[in-house]
């Protein structure tokens, strides 16, 4: 989206993500942030039309 910025590591269970409207410098990773998880959520449904193998991606990050 033009919005947000999402990178998934399947192995690790974790990720980045960046709201690029407020951060347009990609300095503060949102990704462990639970109020965004259904961001995170829909643009994981979004890049797993393109990449199968990323349906097998938690949707809930629980990296500590």
């Known amino acids: 989206t033009d919005r947000w910025k999402m990178m998934v590591y399947p192995?690790?269970?974790d990720g980045a993500l960046y709201?690029?409207?407020?951060?347009?410098?990609?300095?503060?990773?949102?990704?462990?942030d639970t109020s965004l998880a259904d961001v995170r959520?829909?643009?994981?449904?979004?890049?797993s039309k393109t990449n199968p193998a990323l349906k097998a991606v938690p949707t809930e990050h629980s990296k500590g």
């Open 11 to 13: 192995n690790d269970n």
């Open 19 to 32: 709201d690029l409207d407020a951060d347009p410098d990609e300095l503060e990773n949102l990704y462990a």
């Open 41 to 47: 959520r829909q643009l994981l449904e979004t890049m």
